[in-house]
């Protein structure tokens, strides 16, 4: 993984990515993922020009590793957003929901490399026309907002490996060595990984976020708003209140301001919380220090990967 195109491309030394989740993944977690060795994220979406200023300059007093910034382009700041990023000297961008070909025009001979997130072949070979350097393949099965088709994350990644020349980056389903493994046996040549670091001692979300994350089963997530943006989440009260909407005008004010009002970090409590996760939650077992979860993945993937290698050897 250290010598691959990804990780040459970007200047880190595992081509593992922490996967970027609104008002949670912000300067502290991003630089402690990059000081373990992976690459940090600063998600943008629900950040000022001002604040994302902030948590940027948060993780560059933390860390002197790279870290990125993911920007979601139907955002009517996404350019101000932009600036901020050129201007704070970063030098990687993962872009999402949107087409990144204004971006790439925007950055052309910046030396800003960008990553655009993609769930089908179609958008992943539109992308590479556009000229962004790689794809983050995210599948089905992810947390947060999620593409329409259905495609999962290991028939997305082979697929996109066959179409495409640019690096493919697996996401979604993968929260340990097992997946990290099973995505580059796939082609993927780096992985990201998100709903594991909610349950870290570093994200910034209330205790009872992460204790439901560790309670979790395969049937613990759900898809709200399947036709306009699906977004998985932890199926609780407030989640199943806006898949079967009732009468009352007060829940019709919560569903309808549920994407922000009852968001983790708006308050509320395990009923009320809107909170954004994948079904690899159902692996979830501990909180564990944010510093240990890609270098005790990659310890791991070399134990599975001899393992499986000696399984496939023939007798001589």
């Known amino acids: 993984m250290k010598s691959n195109r990804l990780s040459k491309l970007i200047g880190i030394d595992y081509p593992l990515f922490l996967g970027p989740m609104r008002l949670i993944t912000l300067g502290e977690m991003a630089a402690a993922v990059s000081n373990s060795g992976g690459f940090g994220q600063i998600a943008a979406s629900g ?70 997130k993609v769930s089908s072949v179609e958008m992943a070979l539109k992308a590479e026309s556009a000229g962004v350097d790689a794809v983050i393949a995210t599948g089905h099965e992810a947390g947060g907002h999620v593409g329409r088709d259905g495609a999962t994350t290991f028939c997305l990644v082979p697929m996109l490996v066959d179409a495409l020349q640019i690096p493919v980056i697996a ?46 089963r395969s049937q613990s997530t759900t ?46 409590d395990a009923d009320s919380a809107i909170m954004p996760a994948g079904q690899i939650a159902g692996l979830i077992q501990n909180v564990k220090d944010i510093g240990a979860v890609f270098p005790e993945m990659i310890e791991a993937a070399h134990t599975i990967s001899e393992r499986v290698f000696k399984n496939f050897q023939r007798e001589r």
Not at 197 to 210: M, R
Not at 224 to 253: F, T
């Open 171 to 216: 996401a979604g389903g993968i929260a340990d060595a097992r997946g990290l493994v099973a995505a580059f046996a796939f082609g993927a040549e780096g992985v990201e990984v998100g709903t594991r670091f909610v349950a870290t001692d570093k994200a910034p979300v209330p205790d009872f976020f992460k204790e439901l994350l560790i309670m979790a």
């Open 47 to 116: 950040l000022s020009p001002d604040r994302l200023r902030e948590e940027i300059d948060k993780a560059h007093r933390r860390t002197d590793r790279p870290f990125g910034v993911n920007i979601p382009i139907y955002r009517k700041n996404a350019i101000d957003q932009l600036e901020v990023c050129t201007q704070c000297g970063i030098r990687t961008i993962t872009t999402s929901a949107g087409n990144p070909t204004r971006i790439i025009e925007l950055l052309r001979n910046s030396g800003v490399k960008v990553l655009h």
């Open 223 to 268: 898809l709200l708003g399947k036709n306009a943006m699906p977004i998985r989440v932890l199926k609780n009260k407030a989640a199943v209140s806006i898949l079967n909407p009732v009468k009352s005008e007060e829940d019709r004010q919560i569903q309808g301001d549920a994407a922000d009002r009852q968001y983790i970090q708006s308050g509320g």
